[in-house]
């Protein structure tokens, strides 16, 4: 069965810090992987998508890809209270569709 | 539309009820998945669709859950004979389809008593 790990959290970061948020996965066929934030009550919303080994940078966010470990991260940094949030990681396993993997999401507490 | 329009938004049902819940994708988007999250839990998938054809329905936990999409748009989940463990927030995602950057409406929140 293919899974998707995440810690619970809470993650407890002050303002400013760097929030490093991990996730392993068990398919080693998987294609693409995504971060979602999803604020309390609302719906999951993409912040970050990566489908290469190595890391990409989009403002404070960088996803960081390392196959051979199935493990992907992501790192917020200068964290705002605005961060605080469940940080879901997605895979893919079947090609071009959205039919996702989710972990359970990482639970982020920005404290100012 | 602007985004991925869900009615209703909450939705109380009494154990046995059928209930239908409507998903109004962003125009142009020819992909539409239903996903069902359970309080503190990820997304599961449970049904997807590229226009009116739906390609895979592996997610649906029983026969008693029933997605269609006639026309290529608009898009309805049943549920029918509703149980207390089908209580969770059922969220809608479209995407263009020629990628599998999701775009997700806000949700219906069933609670099934």
């Known amino acids: 069965q293919k899974e998707v790990e995440q810690n619970s959290g809470p993650l407890s970061v002050p303002e400013g810090a760097i929030a490093s948020l991990n996730c392993t996965y068990s398919?080693?066929?998987?294609?693409?992987f995504f971060w979602y934030r999803q604020y309390s009550g609302k719906s999951p919303e993409l912040i970050m998508f990566i489908y290469s080994n190595g890391d990409k940078e989009d403002g404070r966010f960088t996803a960081q890809l390392n196959k051979a470990s199935q493990y992907v991260s992501l790192l917020i940094r200068d964290s705002q209270p605005s961060d605080s949030a469940t940080y879901l990681c997605?895979?893919?396993?079947?090609?071009?569709?959205?039919?996702?993997?989710f972990g359970q999401g990482t639970t982020l507490q920005v404290k100012p | 539309g602007a985004g991925v329009s869900q009615s209703p938004r909450y939705k109380v049902a009494k154990r046995g009820q059928d209930v239908a819940l409507r998903c109004d994708p962003i125009?142009?988007?020819?992909?539409l998945f239903w996903y069902q999250q359970a309080l503190g839990q990820g997304p599961e998938f449970l049904t997807y669709f590229q226009n009116e054809a739906q390609l895979d329905k592996s997610g649906l936990p029983s026969d008693r859950f029933f997605a269609e999409r006639p026309e290529g748009s608009v898009s309805t989940l049943k549920i029918q004979r509703t149980q207390q463990e089908d209580s969770a927030v059922y969220l809608c995602?479209?995407?263009?389809?020629?990628?599998?950057?999701?775009?997700f409406g806000s949700g219906t929140q069933l609670s099934v008593l």
């Open positions: 997605a895979v893919n396993y079947s090609g071009n569709t959205g039919k996702l993997i």
């Open positions: 125009s142009g988007h020819v992909s």
């Open positions: 995602a479209s995407s263009s389809g020629r990628n599998e950057k999701l775009f």
């Open positions: 398919d080693r066929g998987s294609q693409s």
